[in-house]
């Protein structure tokens, strides 16, 4: 794919603000003159948003407004004018329900800071879960010129002389205890060694994958994905892209141009060769729904069968994101797949090049870590969608995580109707249940939680942890955190709170699940389960805010994103009248 610059000089954005003579025009000039600016920065050089995601309550995200003056460094260098805006945050760790929920209502918020104030591009500066899908999303809607820089993974965390991971150690310590495995102590003594500096989670989790997934877009520079956040590099790359922006602008390079579907199908292998989080299914949907490409769950079990997952990182490996980056990170894998005939090479980037040449150089330091093509971790990665009568509009795992011996199973379904159930019943050693059985819980997808909260890795009942049993077949309309593990199926769509077929099943059913034949079924005639969605009442329903009000009312089905309806498509950055 080819890109033509636009001409240059032309009139920006930003000027129908702070251009000319008029009263309106000296208004807006006037007021930010008050912070010191001189004349000739509103001359008509590209004015660059950094749209900041730091919070003290996004811990992810903490060091970022370090980043942010490295980012506007590289702007004043290469000619533009930067104004740092503070965004929408929602952090995975402190939201409740649950950051999911909000993801929605940052993109919105986001969306209409960057078309209502006086910028010509910007820079996202993300971290944290939700935040990259957010920025991402609200920047294809406006479709002004916008790259991604992410704050980076945290070091290594150590515990014992063992590299533990932030979150996937969390559930395996956790269930060490419920299985006596670990004391209470030990757990508590290794809290601060999981998560001890600044960055995002350490494995190949939703906000890794996610930093992934927007440098396989074409939306990030090149190598940008997997730099320690306390790295000086990391640093080094937030001044590049202030750099990268500018020039952006005055060739008017947008998200429309990079954001095509021979990206998003780079990316969906991409995901697969990583072992990349469940969650970036319902994120890249949701994108593409910004930009109307059409991509599907089918598309993600078409193009990630095939993709082996080559990277060795936990949850689904052993490394973590340091040991990524030291082996050369992702423009390795991206060249892997180039060389497999898995990448589209032509596609676009915010480089202004195409992906093949940013990475076709790269080297693999590390064959333990980035595997070669004939001893991969897994032969078979990418997403696995399955359908059957339990999930019509399908239902998600993650073969690179999952137990090979449960990837054909049949067993009882022991049912929780909803997360408080859940955690009533599940430490009680009278329930009825062993590491034959299917667990399944309701009401927890997109409406129901409300939000997706990520409770579909449900934790095993002690009793089953102390027989030596590590997993279990779990299925929700959940996610599951992206450091998480497990023979877990998610996603099931339609959700139980707007009566899909989950909202029926009850304890003793029996469940056959075949992820080879992508098959997941309820053992009952047609009849009976028609009978019983025809008895069903909805008992979910109940918002207790007007964002969540409006999140009920119109959020969509994980399997097309679960996008609020009227936020689909693009809208553009065109400037409204000014009032003064």
Not at 129 to 154: E, N, Y
Not at 213 to 227: F, Q
Not at 264 to 271: H, L, P, Q, S, T
């Given at each position: 794919?080819?890109?033509?610059?636009?001409?240059?000089?032309?009139?920006?954005?930003?000027?129908?603000?702070?251009?000319?003579?008029?009263?309106?025009?000296?208004?807006?000039?006037?007021?930010?003159?008050?912070?010191?600016?001189?004349?000739?920065?509103?001359?008509?050089?590209?004015?660059?948003?950094?749209?900041?995601?730091?919070?003290?309550?996004?811990?992810?995200?903490?060091?970022?407004?370090?980043?942010?003056?490295?980012?506007?460094?590289?702007?004043?260098?290469?000619?533009?004018?930067?104004?740092?805006?503070?965004?929408?945050?929602?952090?995975?760790?402190?939201?409740?329900?649950?950051?999911?929920?909000?993801?929605?209502?940052?993109?919105?918020?986001?969306?209409?800071?960057?078309?209502?104030?006086?910028?010509?591009?910007?820079?996202?500066l993300v971290g944290c879960d939700k935040?990259?899908?957010?920025?991402l999303m609200a920047a294809a809607s406006?479709?002004?010129?916008?790259?991604?820089?992410?704050?980076?993974?945290?070091?290594?965390?150590?515990?014992?002389?063992?590299?533990?991971?932030?979150?996937?150690?969390?559930?395996?310590?956790?269930?060490?205890?419920?299985?006596?495995?670990?004391?209470?102590?030990?757990?508590?003594?290794?809290?601060?060694?999981?998560?001890?500096?600044?960055?995002?989670?350490?494995?190949?989790?939703?906000?890794?994958?996610?930093?992934?997934?927007?440098?396989?877009?074409?939306?990030?520079?090149?190598?940008?994905?997997?730099?320690?956040?306390?790295?000086?590099?990391?640093?080094?790359?937030?001044?590049?892209?202030?750099?990268?922006?500018?020039?952006?602008?005055?060739?008017?390079?947008?998200?429309?141009?990079?954001?095509?579907?021979?990206?998003?199908?780079?990316?969906?292998?991409?995901?697969?060769?990583?072992?990349?989080?469940?969650?970036?299914?319902?994120?890249?949907?949701?994108?593409?729904?910004?930009?109307?490409?059409?991509?599907?769950?089918?598309?993600?079990?078409?193009?990630?069968?095939?993709?082996?997952?080559?990277?060795?990182?936990?949850?689904?490996?052993?490394?973590?994101?340091?040991?990524?980056?030291?082996?050369?990170?992702?423009?390795?894998?991206?060249?892997?797949?180039?060389?497999?005939?898995?990448?589209?090479?032509?596609?676009?980037?915010?480089?202004?090049?195409?992906?093949?040449?940013?990475?076709?150089?790269?080297?693999?330091?590390?064959?333990?870590?980035?595997?070669?093509?004939?001893?991969?971790?897994?032969?078979?990665?990418?997403?696995?969608?399955?359908?059957?009568?339990?999930?019509?509009?399908?239902?998600?795992?993650?073969?690179?995580?999952?137990?090979?011996?449960?990837?054909?199973?049949?067993?009882?379904?022991?049912?929780?109707?909803?997360?408080?159930?859940?955690?009533?019943?599940?430490?009680?050693?009278?329930?009825?249940?062993?590491?034959?059985?299917?667990?399944?819980?309701?009401?927890?997808?997109?409406?129901?939680?409300?939000?997706?909260?990520?409770?579909?890795?449900?934790?095993?009942?002690?009793?089953?942890?102390?027989?030596?049993?590590?997993?279990?077949?779990?299925?929700?309309?959940?996610?599951?955190?992206?450091?998480?593990?497990?023979?877990?199926?998610?996603?099931?769509?339609?959700?139980?709170?707007?009566?899909?077929?989950?909202?029926?099943?009850?304890?003793?059913?029996?469940?056959?699940?075949?992820?080879?034949?992508?098959?997941?079924?309820?053992?009952?005639?047609?009849?009976?389960?028609?009978?019983?969605?025809?008895?069903?009442?909805?008992?979910?329903?109940?918002?207790?805010?007007?964002?969540?009000?409006?999140?009920?009312?119109?959020?969509?089905?994980?399997?097309?994103?679960?996008?609020?309806?009227?936020?689909?498509?693009?809208?553009?950055?065109?400037?409204?009248?000014?009032?003064?």
């Amino acid at each position: 794919m080819s890109f033509t610059p636009a001409p240059w000089p032309r009139k920006l954005r930003s000027q129908e603000w702070y251009g000319g003579t008029t009263k309106d025009s000296i208004y807006h000039r006037g007021w930010l003159k008050n912070q010191g600016y001189p004349d000739d920065l509103f001359d008509g050089r590209p004015i660059i948003g950094v749209l900041n995601t730091w919070s003290d309550l996004t811990p992810c995200n903490g060091h970022l407004r370090e980043l942010a003056e490295k980012v506007k460094a590289g702007i004043w260098e290469a000619g533009g004018f930067p104004v740092e805006v503070p965004v929408f945050s929602a952090s995975e760790n402190t939201f409740r329900p649950t950051a999911m929920m909000f993801r929605n209502l940052a993109a919105l918020s986001i969306e209409e800071q960057m078309r209502g104030q006086p910028i010509d591009g910007a820079v996202l500066l993300v971290g944290c879960d939700k935040t990259t899908p957010s920025l991402l999303m609200a920047a294809a809607s406006v479709d002004m010129p916008a790259i991604v820089v992410t704050g980076g993974p945290m070091l290594n965390g150590w515990f014992h002389g063992e590299a533990v991971g932030a979150g996937t150690h969390l559930w395996r310590f956790s269930e060490a205890v419920k299985a006596g495995e670990m004391t209470q102590q030990e757990f508590l003594d290794a809290e601060s060694a999981v998560t001890r500096s600044s960055g995002t989670c350490n494995t190949m989790g939703t906000a890794s994958s996610m930093a992934s997934m927007a440098e396989a877009l074409g939306m990030a520079l090149s190598g940008n994905a997997a730099i320690p956040a306390v790295d000086a590099r990391r640093r080094t790359m937030a001044q590049l892209t202030g750099r990268r922006i500018v020039q952006m602008v005055k060739d008017d390079l947008k998200p429309s141009d990079i954001l095509t579907r021979e990206a998003f199908e780079n990316a969906i292998r991409v995901n697969g060769a990583v072992g990349g989080s469940t969650n970036t299914v319902v994120h890249l949907l949701a994108i593409a729904g910004r930009v109307g490409i059409d991509i599907t769950l089918d598309d993600w079990d078409r193009l990630g069968r095939d993709v082996s997952t080559i990277v060795d990182l936990q949850p689904s490996g052993r490394f973590l994101m340091e040991e990524f980056y030291y082996a050369g990170g992702l423009p390795v894998v991206l060249k892997r797949l180039g060389e497999a005939g898995q990448l589209h090479r032509e596609a676009l980037t915010v480089s202004g090049a195409q992906i093949w040449d940013e990475v076709k150089g790269a080297i693999n330091y590390n064959e333990e870590v980035i595997r070669p093509a004939d001893r991969p971790l897994t032969e078979k990665g990418g997403i696995a969608v399955l359908r059957g009568n339990i999930a019509p509009n399908g239902a998600i795992l993650k073969p690179s995580a999952a137990s090979p011996h449960l990837m054909k199973h049949t067993g009882r379904a022991v049912v929780f109707e909803d997360i408080d159930d859940y955690k009533a019943k599940i430490n009680d050693d009278d329930l009825d249940i062993d590491e034959t059985c299917i667990m399944v819980l309701k009401n927890c997808g997109p409406r129901g939680y409300p939000g997706m909260a990520e409770v579909g890795n449900m934790g095993l009942p002690p009793k089953v942890l102390k027989k030596g049993i590590t997993d279990m077949i779990r299925i929700s309309d959940a996610r599951m955190s992206g450091t998480a593990y497990g023979t877990v199926i998610l996603h099931t769509s339609p959700e139980a709170a707007v009566g899909g077929p989950l909202a029926v099943v009850r304890t003793g059913d029996m469940i056959e699940v075949d992820v080879a034949a992508r098959r997941i079924h309820l053992d009952v005639t047609e009849e009976d389960l028609a009978a019983r969605l025809a008895g069903w009442e909805p008992t979910h329903d109940r918002a207790t805010s007007g964002y969540e009000w409006l999140h009920q009312t119109h959020v969509g089905g994980a399997d097309t994103g679960a996008d609020l309806d009227f936020l689909k498509g693009c809208r553009g950055a065109a400037v409204g009248k000014d009032s003064h």
